[in-house]
């Protein structure tokens, strides 16, 4: 049986600020990776998209950032590996109480933004954050950039990986996402992002901006919930690969 998890980034509004269309969403996908506070979310977010999450039997996971809320935790921040683990296990600790309280596990762990980013570029931040969740929980997944120091660092520290692709970025060559700052970051051609997405799945192969095709491992496919497209985008997406055979659910979690 071929299978996939689908996910997104949700409970990412805060007090009046609203993001997304989170309980739409989730009556599609099959992870939801739920932010802890520090980019976006709040305690009342968090509460309310974990309970819908249990609602529609989705797994849930913590969704960190560097502490920048008004950037939207899309701004690059130097920090020691130290403040890292601690930055990681706070976020982590909030989230866990919020899906513990309402019967539900913490299944992975996936930084957001810059923090994503930088750990999918430089090992020593992958293994901080790797090393956090590994502290908490081992058995806590964590779900990375396909092919990124990501996956080397939670190998390492013993984690389980979800590797992870995206239906609405761009590729550079070295496996990395193209910068929101450059043109053609963010596809919005979604027959093209499907057809990349089955591609991927079937071949293992993406094509970069350079239009070099380059490998792909496929655990999970991302659709970003702040894209106001997002709940069109994640329909289509499931009816294609459900066309294609391709049954959704979440990754399974290890037993502790």
Excluded at 36 to 50: N, R, S
Excluded at 67 to 93: C, H, I, N, W
Aim: aromatic share 8%; glycine share 8%; with cysteine.
């Amino acid at each position: 049986m071929n299978t996939v998890d689908l996910n997104s980034d949700l409970g990412e509004s805060y007090g009046s600020f609203k993001v997304g269309c989170d309980e739409e969403i989730l009556k599609y996908v099959s992870s939801a990776n739920i932010a802890c506070g520090w980019h976006g979310g709040d305690p009342v977010v968090m509460e309310k998209t974990v309970k819908t999450a249990k609602t529609n039997d989705i797994a849930v996971g913590a969704h960190p950032s560097y502490p920048d809320l008004m950037g939207f935790g899309r701004r690059k921040m130097v920090l020691s590996a130290e403040e890292l683990k601690a930055y990681t296990k706070y976020q982590l600790g909030a989230f866990w109480v919020f899906a513990e309280s309402n019967g539900m596990e913490v299944a992975h762990i996936k930084p957001h933004g810059a923090m994503y980013n930088d750990a999918g570029a430089d090992y020593n931040i992958a293994r901080a954050i790797a090393e956090a969740a590994f502290e908490v929980n081992p058995s806590i997944a964590f779900m990375a950039l396909a092919g990124s120091q990501m996956v080397r660092a939670a190998n390492d520290v013993g984690l389980r990986v979800i590797s992870e692709v995206f239906a609405d970025r761009a590729y550079e060559e070295d496996g990395s996402l193209v910068a929101r700052s450059k043109p053609g970051a963010i596809i919005h051609d979604e027959e093209l992002c499907i057809q990349r997405i089955i591609k991927m799945l079937k071949d293992g192969k993406v094509a970069a901006v350079s239009g070099k095709e380059i490998d792909v491992t496929v655990d999970s496919i991302c659709v970003h919930g702040d894209n106001p497209q997002a709940l069109l985008f994640v329909q289509k997406i499931r009816e294609n690969l459900k066309n294609e055979g391709f049954v959704i659910q979440p990754c399974k979690r290890q037993k502790t």
